[in-house]
């Protein structure tokens, strides 16, 4: 019975996509047959000084086919290949016919028959987030497509970004500072929309890709021993595992690597993981969210970091939830580092470094390490850092700037290995913290895996605020420009040594007594019938 | 020690304290034009935590005050030092030479090369010393905070013999074992400034590396004219020094 079930999804499946070739196949004809594809077709042809002339003539063309806005457009789609276009816009959740309709003039009562027709070609977005202007003048290679349909069918896999920065501040305006209103937003949209449960007893696998970020691997882990904790069967598992050992719906963790790294590339059309819980980490801004997006805009239900990423999502129609992570003991990383790693990154330390950490409730006053940094290198933070030179020199800094450009696997080369990271932290008394770039996230991993989990003091930059944890309570938060002073007050001054000790061990409390990583998870998932606050 | 290294010099300042005093590390200075700033550069080598200290400051026939600015600064503070030694080379031979000549002088496990135109901060040379222990690490680098131009950072790279075949991403401004500088020949004569680069691949050469200090220890100083004036110069020039260090190292896979 159920084979023969799946077998005629499998059919509807095909048949689906057959017709979507199909239409993708008429589009590019009808573009083919275009005077201004032929002429540039023409110049192709002629070598590197003829590319210059078609550029130019490429550009006049859409100069020209702005001009008469519908032309270009104007479609030779049957009914069938815009039904399959309008699921495809629908699904992807990056076209949102009220808010379109509500936006722009003369829509009539079938929007996304009116974006696909007339919309895209005069530059109409298809939602609140997707950017169509912005994305046709930071990819002038599309020419006249649409660019919603190029951004799904390729962009998106290129990590190219589908909205600017500007954007991104937009739509998480709202949440900056107020996350209860996040929180909330997301608690009504998941009474209207399901979010997958687990069972206990259940058997279920977290993915992440082999080939990725050190940081993610670690993350694995520990949602599978919270979920364990929780009476859940979970393992860990990569892109190579193959997908028939687990019963419940696969976990997959920065869909962005898993989806684009070695073999996983293969899964991205694979059935068994096209409706997952995506556990997603990265910022709205980023090419690796927006690389990250089309497997969150199908997915079962979304698992962000970032309570303001959580938020949008659900604005977007997105079954969100924020996961906060919560105390996990026993954690082989982030428990007591006895001994620390011996690689690249902890070269040129001394044996004060290497010696084991001062004990849990111990002063921080015991602690070798000063101030400790590590992250991707940006010229923000770089500019950061060079200007407060000065009042760093006289303390013990470790300041470990990486070129973030590719992941960067355990152990590898210019990296810091999540054992070092966390060794580090245990024996540092401030965990710094400056934003990468122009958007100012709660970082959690920084901030709340590597300060608060080891008492470790949090000064950072002013920024977004998340649930549980208040400035000038658990952590230090201040403009860039009053960092330095105020490093200086808090390692040199006796009151400012007071704060370090009260706010650090303030906020350890914080996390300790709020939920830990299985409750988290159990309140998450709803398993054992817990009823969730989201 | 091979005397080929030590160009022809004349002393022009030497002192030495007590003979029971001990010294760790000798920062030479190779001193060419730069009468602006090498107080400054002096000043911060005075400033610094480590007591067994020296110091040799080389000069390559300075056309400007250089010579006698140092040589007065060295008559007010050299007690501070365990040996101090000012020489004037005979003839202006560059860059290299004046190092190599800086590292013959110093006679100490370790030699802290310093440019004129750059600054310490005051824990630099006692945090480098702390990082040179194994005997494979044949030197030590900091973070360093660029000035006078650009805000912005160097040495922001660990040691990496594959992304040093792409290029240099190593300032010459280190702590380095005066044995490993011996075992390789010292300091080529490079043009362009290119001379630290083939010490470091020498060194890798021998199978030994460099570590990277995680604190901003040292300051570099940006010169607008002189970067605009290299500027033109630069291709054909460039070709040039790429071809000799392709000469000397065969791994080299440099992209100009």
Wanted: proline content about 5%; overall charge neutral.
């Amino acid at each position: 019975m159920v084979k023969s079930l799946e077998q005629t999804e499998l059919l509807a499946r095909l048949a689906d996509e057959k017709l979507r070739a199909d239409a993708l196949a008429a589009e590019l004809e009808a573009m083919r047959r275009l005077p201004s594809w032929q002429a540039i077709e023409f110049f192709r042809l002629r070598g590197h000084k003829a590319q210059k002339l078609a550029r130019a003539f490429r550009r006049i063309a859409i100069f020209i086919l702005r001009l008469v806005p519908s032309y270009s457009l104007r479609k030779q789609f049957d009914d069938v290949q815009l039904a399959v276009l309008k699921k495809q816009i629908i699904e992807s959740k990056l076209f949102d016919p009220n808010w379109y309709a509500e936006n722009y003039a003369g829509v009539g009562d079938d929007p996304a028959a009116h974006f696909l027709h007339i919309g895209a070609g005069v530059g109409h977005d298809p939602g609140p987030l997707f950017e169509s202007k912005w994305y046709q003048k930071t990819n002038p290679g599309i020419g006249g497509r649409n660019p919603l349909l190029h951004y799904l069918d390729e962009g998106a896999k290129q990590g190219r970004l589908g909205w600017s920065m500007q954007r991104a501040i937009r739509m998480q305006r709202p949440y900056f500072k107020d996350t209860k209103r996040a929180l909330l937003v997301l608690k009504e949209a998941n009474q209207h929309r399901p979010f997958p449960v687990l069972r206990t007893g259940q058997s279920v696998c977290v993915y992440a890709s082999s080939e990725g970020n050190s940081f993610f691997k670690h993350l694995q882990g520990m949602v599978c021993s919270g979920l364990q904790q929780a009476g859940v069967d979970a393992k860990t598992a990569d892109e190579t595992s193959g997908a028939a050992n687990c019963s419940a719906t696969p976990i997959i963790l920065a869909p962005h690597e898993f989806f684009t790294l070695g073999a996983g590339v293969k899964l991205q059309k694979s059935p068994a993981f096209s409706s997952a819980v995506c556990i997603n980490t990265e910022q709205i801004q980023t090419p690796w969210f927006s690389r990250a997006f089309p497997y969150l805009a199908r997915a079962a239900g979304v698992l962000d970091f970032n309570v303001q990423g959580a938020a949008v999502l659900a604005d977007l129609g997105i079954p969100a939830k924020f996961l906060t992570p919560g105390y996990l003991g026993g954690d082989p990383v982030l428990d007591l580092q006895e001994s620390l790693p011996k690689e690249g990154s902890t070269q040129s330390f001394g044996p004060a470094v290497f010696a084991p950490p001062p004990a849990r409730h111990a002063s921080l006053a015991e602690r070798p390490i000063d101030i400790l940094f590590v992250g991707a290198n940006t010229a923000r933070r770089e500019q950061f850092f060079a200007a407060a030179a000065p009042v760093l020199a006289d303390k013990v800094c470790v300041l470990h700037l990486t070129d973030m450009s590719r992941p960067v696997p355990e152990g590898g080369g210019q990296g810091m290995s999540a054992l070092a990271y966390a060794g580090l932290s245990q024996r540092s008394k401030i965990q710094l913290n400056i934003h990468q770039g122009v958007l100012p996230y709660f970082e959690w991993h920084r901030m709340v895996l590597h300060g608060f989990w080891h008492q470790t003091a949090v000064v950072s930059e002013t920024g977004f605020h998340t649930p549980g944890y208040e400035p000038g309570i658990h952590y230090f938060e201040d403009e860039l420009a009053k960092l330095p002073a105020m490093l200086d007050w808090l390692l040199r001054s006796e009151d400012g040594q007071m704060e370090l000790e009260k706010v650090s061990m303030a906020a350890f409390d914080a996390l300790r007594s709020a939920a830990g990583m299985q409750q988290v998870l159990c309140d998450v998932f709803q398993i054992g019938g817990a009823s969730d606050a989201q | 020690m091979p005397n080929k290294l030590e160009a022809p010099h004349t002393p022009v300042f030497s002192y030495a304290a007590n003979e029971q005093a001990q010294a760790t590390t000798t920062v030479i200075v190779p001193l060419y034009n730069y009468a602006d700033t090498i107080y400054e550069a002096l000043d911060s080598v005075m400033a610094q935590t480590v007591t067994g200290l020296s110091l040799v400051v080389v000069d390559d026939c300075s056309t400007d005050a250089s010579l006698a600015r140092c040589e007065g600064w060295m008559q007010h503070n050299a007690q501070r030092f365990v040996k101090t030694r000012l020489v004037s080379h005979h003839h202006n031979i560059g860059l290299s030479s004046a190092r190599n000549t800086g590292f013959c002088i110093a006679n100490t496990p370790f030699v802290f090369t310093l440019d004129a135109d750059n600054v310490l901060y005051p824990r630099c040379i006692e945090r480098c010393e702390q990082a040179l222990r194994d005997k494979n690490t044949a030197f030590v680098y900091t973070l360093l905070e660029m000035f006078g131009g650009s805000t912005s950072l160097l040495n922001t790279q660990l040691w990496d013999r594959s992304r040093l075949a792409r290029g240099n991403y190593i300032d010459a401004m280190a702590l380095i074992r005066k044995t490993a500088w011996q075992k390789v020949g010292g300091y080529a004569p490079m043009e362009h400034g290119w001379e630290d680069f083939d010490l470091w691949c020498s060194f890798a050469e021998q199978g030994w590396h460099g570590v990277r200090v995680p604190e901003i220890l040292g300051r570099y100083r940006v010169h607008h004219t002189s970067m605009l004036q290299s500027q033109t110069n630069r291709p054909a020039a460039l070709r040039q020094s790429a071809k000799i260090l392709k000469r000397r190292h065969s791994w080299l896979n440099l992209q100009h």
